[in-house]
């Protein structure tokens, strides 16, 4: 028994040390900041942007409730629940997507990735504040038509 523990011992041993470590950045400290500021930069825009996803699904219940209850042209507020969905749709693709670079890769690549990040969810903001502009001129004018 004691013979079969110390052979399992050895075992695992030989079997763990044949594992690599984790591979080491190879960034400077300037890198390693710019990144940070990368990072934060496009994850303001995210949070600032995620703040309207539940303005988006109440708007488009709004507007869903108008279209039963109303005379109001339903092609227009199809357009407006289109534009909503689009955006909450978008919002969520950008979240599937993204990863935050490890220090481990090319610094150039993991620079052009997050500058590219940033200028996609800028686009998702862009989208989720026409939509709900304009999903908002449309309820008042719903609003006002049936008053």
Known sequence: M???FY???TFFLIACSGVDAPPKS???EEQISEKKQLVND???VHDSTMEYMDE???SIEELNSFKLRSN???SILDSAIGLLEVADESMMQWMRTYREPKDTVDFAEARKYLLGQKMAIEQVEKQTDEAISFSSKI???VTDSIH
Do not use: F
């Open 72 to 74: 109001a042209d339903s």
């Open 2 to 4: 004691k013979n079969s």
């Open 56 to 58: 988006i699904h109440l």
């Open 26 to 28: 190879t960034w400077s």
């Open 139 to 141: 309820v008042e004018y």
């Open 42 to 44: 496009l994850m303001a």
């Open 7 to 9: 052979l399992l011992a």
